[in-house]
C-alpha cells in the first residue's frame, strides 16, 4: 500500500499480509469488517463499520444488490475465519431478512473472494 495508509483498502488481488495485520489491529485487534461485491469479485476491507466499505464500493460502481457484508477472524481456519453477519445484509428486497447472509450461493461467492483476497484464516502477524 502506498501513501497514508487508508483504513479502507479495495481489493482485486491478495492483500498483502502487514496490510491485512494493520487493518484488523487498527479498529478490532482480532478481525476485520469487509463488503464483498459478488458480481465484480472486488472485496473492501477494513473501517469501523461495514457501512462505510459498503460506500467506497458503491463509489467505485458497484450496485447495492451485489454487496454483502462479512467479517474475517484470522487465525481460526478455513472453517472459522468468516462471518457471515452484518446489517447491511438486512435486505428484505433481496430476500435476506436477517444480519446473516441466508443464500448459500451467496455465501459460497463471499467465501469464495474471502479466500482469494484476504485469506484462508492462517494466523497474521504484526
Same mark, same amino acid.
Given at each position: 500500500?502506498?501513501?497514508?495508509?487508508?483504513?479502507?483498502?479495495?481489493?482485486?488481488?491478495?492483500?498483502?499480509?502487514?496490510?491485512?495485520?494493520?487493518?484488523?489491529?487498527?479498529?478490532?485487534?482480532?478481525?476485520?469488517?469487509?463488503?464483498?461485491?459478488? %458480481?465484480?469479485?472486488?472485496? @473492501?476491507?477494513? &473501517?469501523?463499520?461495514?457501512?462505510?466499505? #459498503?460506500?467506497?464500493? +458503491?463509489?467505485? =460502481?458497484?450496485?447495492?444488490?451485489?454487496?454483502?457484508?462479512?467479517?474475517?477472524?484470522?487465525?481460526?481456519?478455513?472453517?472459522?475465519?468468516?462471518?457471515?453477519?452484518?446489517?447491511?445484509?438486512?435486505?428484505?428486497?433481496?430476500?435476506? %431478512?436477517?444480519?446473516?447472509? @441466508?443464500?448459500? &450461493?451467496?455465501?459460497?461467492?463471499?467465501? #469464495?473472494?474471502?479466500? +482469494?483476497?484476504? =485469506?484462508?484464516?492462517?494466523?497474521?502477524?504484526?
Amino acid at each position: 500500500m502506498a501513501g497514508s495508509d487508508p483504513d479502507i483498502v479495495v481489493l482485486t488481488a491478495p492483500i498483502d499480509r502487514a496490510d491485512l495485520a494493520r487493518l484488523v489491529a487498527r479498529f478490532f485487534g482480532d478481525m476485520v469488517k469487509y463488503v464483498v461485491d459478488v %458480481r465484480l469479485g472486488m472485496v @473492501a476491507v477494513g &473501517g469501523e463499520l461495514h457501512a462505510d466499505a #459498503e460506500q467506497v464500493l +458503491l463509489a467505485t =460502481g458497484s450496485r447495492q444488490a451485489d454487496l454483502w457484508g462479512a467479517n474475517y477472524l484470522p487465525g481460526r481456519g478455513r472453517d472459522g475465519c468468516v462471518e457471515y453477519t452484518s446489517l447491511i445484509n438486512i435486505s428484505p428486497a433481496r430476500g435476506n %431478512r436477517t444480519m446473516e447472509i @441466508a443464500d448459500d &450461493g451467496i455465501r459460497a461467492r463471499v467465501r #469464495e473472494l474471502t479466500f +482469494l483476497l484476504i =485469506g484462508e484464516g492462517a494466523e497474521i502477524g504484526e
